[in-house]
């Protein structure tokens, strides 16, 4: 450790000037000797002493933070539910976030979206999506198209945005929803995880799910002629974001009319992390 030579430099230091002041005060070397030990030990122990109290204050405040953090995000439904059934992830999660400057355990709103964009969590939300109950699934669905709308009669852009999250995305879009799509939301990504933990479902082959959603995929082809596919490329820089909007919420809104044993089989497939 660095603090071990630099206190031992400056109780050297110390011990010196001690006994240079008393060789000029007395002349009696035996004297002096004695008193820059003293002198040097009490220095060294001294710098030690500060520098174990700075860093016991240290590791105080790092720990209240933590702990505050913790507090928050205990609260969020979604969070507390990754606690409860996974709790290495949840740890790692509150580490990260807890180590993330400058986001402060006042500033709820972002350490909420700061814990569920970590990598962990987004990763452990990623693989239940997949695996999540019939209900489970509808409702987190239910939950993304509601909010899509609330934000689409802002602009087509943030519908668009809020639906096709890319993992770079930074828009903390819980500040732009009600507070009820935000209970909606956060009541149906705890539900996911949960239940995907408790009675994990398998995922459906492509090709099944593709015959699934046949009938509102034609439905789409109906009314929008080729325009439809604008939903197999969302990422595209041509795309028109009303168009986009519109017809990914009428899909999952189709999906979502079919019996509840068929739309969860589609939506495990297609549903995307959102929040």
Known sequence: MLINPLAGLLGFAFALLVYVIVMARSRERRAAIVAAIVAGTIAFAAVRLLHGGWQWNEQRQTDDHRQQVATVLEQDPPLAAMKQVDAETYKSTLDAVSAQEPVQAADVSALRYAARHEINFTFGLDARLKRASDEAITSYATALVDAADELAARSADLCVRYLYQTNDSTENFSELLSANARQLEGAAMADVIKSASVAAQKPTDEY??????????????????AGWQIINAPYSRSRDLDQLCRISTEFYRGV??????????VLRHHVRRHG
């Open 256 to 265: 979502l009319r079919m019996p509840t044993a068929t739309s969860a089989k």
């Open 208 to 225: 099944e799910v593709s015959q699934l959603a046949l009938p509102v995929v034609d439905a789409l082809k109906r009314k929008y002629g």
